[in-house]
T-cell receptor, first 115, second 111 residues
Framework: GNSVTQMEGPVTLSEEAFLTINCTYTATGYPSLFWYVQYPGEGLQLLLKATKADDKGSNKGFEATYRKETTSFHLEKGSVQVSDSAVYFCALRTKGGGGADGLTFGKGTHLIIQP | EAQVTQNPRYLITVTGKKLTVTCSQNMNHEYMSWYRQDPGLGLRQIYYSMNVEVTDKGDVPEGYKVSRKEKRNFPLILESPSPNQTSLYFC??????????FGPGTRLTVT
């Protein structure tokens, strides 16, 4: 079955630090990969996605590259801000997975950015 | 504004008292889904619906029911809630693109 493993945190960084949140996956077939972000008290929002190997998703200064050879999709940002404090979820979706079309999520990584 | 709405946002109830959490989307999406979020477990899918009158179990369906009588609504029903159903619940919908749109969440406490 499908599974996603990500560092759980909390991850505490100072403002302007470099961020990496690791994500690895196990999936049948060729999944699409996603990073979702959850700000305090809110639902999840799609941050970025990649649908095939070597694709790079990017948004709001965040990037992640779909690495099929290492089954990874690590999230990076060069200079974090206090406003990036949130919980980040790595997720995958496989086509035609029993028609479910649902997402398999990692457990989430709580990121805390200190000024 | 494109959105998924859920009601109520917060609910405290007692064991065995039937409840319904409503979910509505205004994007004409065919696919809708319910997830629960628990600390250390991430989000897990409860039920999903590919279209009107078509629903199926996700990963953790026990103790829940759903219905899809019209495209925009997908209520989650707990016939006899138990304390292990205390959780944060999210409804989501998806069109033909990849992105799933999530509602703001419903925090349920069962005592």
């Amino acid at each position: 079955g499908n599974s996603v493993t990500q560092m759980e945190g909390p991850v505490t960084l100072s403002e302007e630090a470099f961020l990496t949140i690791n994500c690895t996956y196990t999936a049948t077939g060729y999944p699409s990969l996603f990073w979702y972000v959850q700000y305090p008290g809110e639902g999840l929002q799609l941050l970025l996605k990649a649908t095939k190997a070597d694709d790079k998703g990017s948004n709001k200064g965040f990037e992640a590259t779909y690495r099929k050879e290492t089954t990874s999709f690590h999230l990076e940002k060069g200079s974090v801000q206090v406003s990036d404090s949130a919980v980040y979820f790595c997720a995958l979706r496989t086509k035609g997975g029993g028609g479910a079309d649902g997402l398999t999520f990692g457990k989430g990584t709580h990121l805390i950015i200190q000024p | 504004e494109a959105q998924v709405t859920q009601n109520p946002r917060y609910l405290i109830t007692v064991t065995g008292k039937k409840l319904t959490v409503t979910c509505s989307q205004n994007m004409n999406h065919e696919y809708m889904s319910w997830y629960r979020q628990d600390p250390g477990l991430g989000l897990r899918q409860i039920y999903y619906s590919m279209n009107v009158e078509v629903t199926d179990k996700g990963d953790v369906p026990e103790g829940y029911k759903v219905s899809r009588k019209e495209k925009r609504n997908f209520p989650l029903i707990l016939e006899s809630p138990s304390p292990n159903q205390t959780s944060l619940y999210f409804c989501a919908s998806k069109g033909t693109a990849y992105e799933q749109y999530f509602g703001p969440g419903t925090r349920l406490t069962v005592t």
